[in-house]
């Protein structure tokens, strides 16, 4: 599996982005995209995160309510819609899949994901 992650860009705070994270090769059925950020000096850290079939959603409480996260099975593309941004949510946004549920325990823990794309960047000014 191949993840090309795309849409980064330098914006303002309060301004939005949408992430496009696109998937080629087989993954199977079962699996979850999530997505990860990683600010300069610190640890990779979970944003959201998809069920294979896009009914269900996880969000970190940093984002909830800001981000959005969808998918396109047909275009084998998963988005990542981001509201609201602020300075804090700059870093380099990443997309990975999971061969997990959904409700696993593993959803947040970056170790736990299987493929991973190369990254883009998100900077916000204040």
């Known amino acids: 599996v191949q993840l090309q992650a795309s849409g980064g860009g330098l914006v303002q705070a309060g301004d939005s982005l949408r992430l496009s994270c696109a998937a080629s090769g087989r993954a199977g059925s079962d699996y979850v995209m999530g997505w990860f950020r990683q600010a300069p000096g610190k640890e990779r850290e979970f944003v959201a995160a998809i069920s294979w079939r896009g009914v269900s959603t996880v969000y970190a409480d940093s984002v909830k309510g800001r981000f959005t996260t969808s998918r396109d099975n047909a275009k084998n593309t998963v988005y990542l819609q981001m509201d609201s941004l602020k300075p804090e949510d700059t870093g380099v946004y990443f997309c990975?899949?999971?061969?997990?549920?959904?409700?696993?325990?593993?959803?947040?823990?970056?170790?736990?994901?299987?493929?991973w794309g190369q990254g883009t960047l998100v900077t916000v000014s204040s």
């Open positions: 990975a899949v999971g061969f997990f549920s959904i409700g696993s325990d593993w959803l947040t823990k970056p170790r736990q994901y299987a493929y």
